[in-house]
């Protein structure tokens, strides 16, 4: 049985797009947003693979300036600045508050997980008004190593002094399901327009297009 869910934080609960003008004012086309978050993640994910730790923030700094030398654009420290620390600010997609809300209100343990660093994870759920619904928020980079490696996922159980098949995770990104069940954990896949599972590997007991949905299914297991 599931007793501590965990949710990623950044796209699974928050809008992105909500950086959109700003790609439009410093690259003039909001379509990079998407080039610049899946640069960022493989910086990420190489620096786990080399074991070069690299934290999200420097990251998304680099594939910033990965970014400009791609499309030949000036980024000033100021317009690179206003795009990493937007990351802080970013509003809920629409039915994440009462999706979660309905969830917490069953008395389960509810915890954000993400890559983000501690400071920006708590900007980012009390900027989006969820903080108070989670009874704590965790950073992988607490322990140096980002999902989906299985440390972060690990510090969860720990943290809740419960076994990895009592956490599920529920995201919005294939890496991290697969991550999640490959570390023991059960997992909840939110298919946002794009999202697919990945076919190699455990699956995802549940799946749907929307928190709303997949809270449904949650709390119709549980």
């Not at 934080?9 to 797009?17: A, F, K, S």
């Not at 990251?59 to 300036?65: D, I, K, N, S, V």
Request: some cysteine; proline content about 7%.
């Amino acid at each position: 049985m599931t007793t501590v869910i965990a949710f990623d934080v950044n796209e699974t609960l928050l809008d992105l797009r909500a950086l959109d003008p700003l790609f439009t004012e410093t690259f003039g086309d909001p379509a990079l947003r998407p080039q610049w978050f899946a640069q960022m993640l493989q910086l990420s994910f190489v620096g786990g693979l080399t074991g070069d730790y690299v934290d999200f923030t420097t990251a998304q700094h680099a594939a910033l300036r990965m970014l400009a030398a791609r499309t030949g654009k000036d980024v000033s420290a100021a317009q690179a600045a206003a795009i990493v620390e937007g990351m802080s600010s970013l509003p809920p997609h629409p039915e994440v508050p009462e999706a979660l809300a309905r969830l917490r209100a069953s008395g389960v343990t509810m915890v954000a997980l993400t890559n983000s660093v501690q400071a920006v994870a708590e900007a980012q759920l009390t900027f989006a008004g969820l903080r108070g619904l989670f009874d704590a928020a965790i950073s992988a980079d607490s322990v140096r190593r980002l999902k989906p490696a299985p440390e972060p996922y690990r510090a969860v159980a720990e943290r809740f002094g419960v076994g990895l098949v009592s956490v599920r995770l529920v995201a919005a990104h294939a890496w991290d399901i697969s991550g999640a069940l490959a570390a023991g954990c059960r997992a909840a896949l939110v298919a946002r327009p794009g999202v697919v599972a990945s076919p190699l590997g455990p699956q995802p007991d549940i799946t749907g297009p929307t928190l709303s949905e997949v809270v449904d299914q949650l709390l119709a297991a549980e």
